[in-house]
C-alpha cells in the first residue's frame, strides 16, 4: 500500500483536559481521511497521558494547519 497522504490535513487532533468552559484543548496532531471513506491516519507531535484526544475539522479562524 502506497501511502497518499495530502498536504493539508481533514483533522486536528487535540487532547482536552478538564470540561465545559474550564477545558484547556492543546492540539497535538493532525489526521488525513483514506480515499475509500473508511478510515483515517493520524500523526502525533505528542503523546497525551492524561485528557481525552478529540478529533475535529479545523476552523479556518484557527491555525490548525
Known sequence: MKPTQK???DYAVYVVEGAGDK???TKIGAGW???DGDGFNITLAAVP?????TIRKPKTE???A
Open 7 to 9: 498536504s493539508k490535513p
Open 23 to 25: 477545558a484547556h484543548w
Open 33 to 35: 481521511s483514506h480515499s
Open 49 to 53: 497521558l492524561n485528557g481525552r484526544l
Open 62 to 64: 484557527r491555525d490548525d
